[in-house]
């Protein structure tokens, strides 16, 4: 029998369990069993721990760039020598495979370790003798208080897309987890305080529409980072820049995978698997669609079909008898699995192939767990649902296509420009497709490009709203504002200087 644990929120560098009485069930997706109780915060237990950050934001944007440095590179060393306890975290409230959730964990890593440089990324650039006497510096102050809403699917990689820059940066964080997954962003907040992050710096806000609303309405909270469905991303980029905020909100996805006739077959189906049923096909960035380009459809078909069917379904968390793991998991809950199972349904009565069915799998794992196989459709048209709308679970559509063109204008077509990778040996090619496509992250030979640090992630059309991505240069943007100053000093040998003049300043 399952103990079942209280979780709440994080303010001011302690747990706070909040005053209202609405709380929401956590699973184990694994195994069907309520894990945990969650507090789901009412508006005055959002006040409060929005009101802790504000009242930490004065004195940690004052710290030096030496002090906040120092902590970066603390809860660095911490979160990589604890990284396993984070993953199990993960594991028993998402469901992807352990090793998976080490993959976020090293993916949200290299953000930290991107932030760790602050000092060099928020140099100004200075000017002297501007006009007589008179020198130019720029500079970035943080904002204050800034919110983070994250979904369900890496509850540690991207909240650490946006708070290792944050806070080095010197803003004062609200992270506001997804109901599904909500421990790791608890655990991260004790990491921090381990770490020596003064209290009050980073807090965590536990809770569902009531929560969100008060992020994206207090005065005190200056920018949102929203990542999650389209249909929200684009209600919080509303909501928050009608009061005043700088928001990024990050949405839906369906990212497109071309296979021209001379690509690596081989590659391509082991890349087509791998990014259309990694972590379940619960990743933004995983392949939905394949683009089967001229000749290229029968056999590439056959060989993603064979691959699939050899894929071991179960329990993320389980080893067998020689240390191995299973390929995937459970879905994260068991309304999601029930809505992609329909998909499948919808597939199959449009006139879509099932070439191979997830409704008949056979996982390693208890009766309740949430599964569901992974699934592979053949002659995927446009018009079907299967096509037209974001799944999000273990479901690959193969959409054939005669020639380069009508591939491209597909890519084009969706209304999710996230990413989309082209598989060929012609660098010409590649080079044309590059340029052809409008979506904001592309892999060649790559299937699920997701940027290093230290460029900027983000997508195009309704897979973005707000126009500055996350971490890299952009992100050090987003979470600074920009001052000028233009200063005067009088050279003592040169008195006295001045004088009247009520014309609009010249430069001279
Ligand atoms: P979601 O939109 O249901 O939830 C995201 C966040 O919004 C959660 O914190 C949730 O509590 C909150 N929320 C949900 N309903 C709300 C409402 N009505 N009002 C205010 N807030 C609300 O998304 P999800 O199911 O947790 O995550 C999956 C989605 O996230 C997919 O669409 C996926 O493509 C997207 N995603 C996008 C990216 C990206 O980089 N573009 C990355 C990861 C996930």
Redesign the pocket.
């Known amino acids: 029998m399952t103990t079942t644990k209280n979780i709440g929120h994080w303010a001011g560098g302690e747990a706070f369990a909040g005053t209202s009485e609405r709380t929401a069930d956590v699973t184990n997706p694994a195994t069907g069993e309520v894990t945990g109780r969650l507090a789901l915060a009412s508006r005055a237990d959002a006040d409060a721990v929005i009101a802790a950050a504000a009242a930490a934001a004065p004195a940690w944007g004052r710290t030096s760039l030496a002090a906040r440095t120092q902590v970066m590179f603390a809860f660095r060393e911490l979160l990589n020598s604890r990284k396993g306890e984070l993953a199990a975290l993960i594991t028993a409230e998402h469901g992807k495979v352990l090793s998976d959730a080490m993959g976020e964990i090293a993916r949200g890593q290299e953000v930290v370790e991107f932030a760790c440089g602050i000092s060099h990324l928020l140099k100004g650039g200075h000017s002297e003798g501007v006009s007589t006497g008179v020198d130019v510096h720029s500079k970035r102050d943080p904002l204050g208080v800034v919110g983070i809403?994250?979904?369900?699917?890496?509850p540690a990689m991207?909240p650490m897309w946006f708070f290792p820059v944050a806070i080095a940066a010197g803003n004062t964080v609200v992270l506001?987890?997804?109901?599904?997954d909500p421990s790791a962003a608890v655990w991260l907040a004790e990491l921090w305080k381990e770490a020596g992050l003064p209290d009050g710096v980073f807090n965590v806000l536990q809770?569902?529409?009531e929560?969100?609303?008060a992020l994206l309405e207090s005065p005190e909270v200056q920018s949102i980072s929203?990542?999650?469905?389209?249909?929200?991303?684009e209600?919080?980029y509303e909501t928050a820049s009608r009061h005043g905020k700088r928001v990024q909100a990050?949405?839906?996805?369906k990212n497109h995978m071309v296979v021209l006739p001379d690509a690596d077959l081989d590659l391509a189906a082991d890349s087509a698997v791998n990014a259309g049923y990694g972590s379940a096909g619960?990743?933004?960035?995983a392949i939905s669609v394949l683009v089967a380009v001229g000749s290229v459809a029968d056999e590439l078909v056959a060989r993603i079909a064979d691959r699939t069917r050899t894929l071991v379904i179960g329990d993320g968390g389980a080893r067998d008898e020689d240390g191995g793991e299973v390929d995937m998991g459970p879905l994260v809950t068991k309304a999601?699995r029930d809505k992609v199972a329909s998909f499948i349904d919808s597939g199959e009565h449009q006139g879509a192939k099932v070439v191979v069915d997830g409704r008949d799998v056979q996982a390693r794992g208890a009766a309740d767990g949430f599964w569901l196989g992974p699934t592979l459709f053949d002659h995927v048209t446009p018009d079907m649902d299967v096509y037209t709308e974001?799944i999000?679970g273990p479901v690959l559509s193969v959409v054939r296509v005669e020639t380069y063109e009508e591939a491209v204008a597909l890519v084009n077509a969706n209304q999710y420009g996230?990413g989309t990778a082209v598989f060929t040996n012609d660098g010409g090619a590649a080079r044309r497709f590059e340029a052809d496509v409008h979506v904001g992250m592309i892999g060649v030979n790559v299937p699920v490009p997701v940027p290093v640090a230290y460029y900027s992630?983000?997508?195009w059309k309704r897979?973005?709203f707000g126009d500055t991505h996350?971490h890299g240069a952009e992100g050090v943007h987003f979470f600074t504002r920009g001052k000028v100053v233009t200063t005067r000093w009088v050279d003592p040998a040169n008195r006295p200087q001045g004088g009247l003049e009520l014309g609009f300043p010249r430069n001279v």
């Open positions: 809403i994250s979904p369900f699917n890496f991207v506001k987890p997804s109901e599904k809770g569902d529409k929560a969100v609303d929203f990542v999650g469905s389209t249909p929200i991303a209600y919080v990050l949405g839906g996805a619960e990743r933004c960035m999601h974001e999000f996230n992630f983000g997508g897979s973005l996350a």
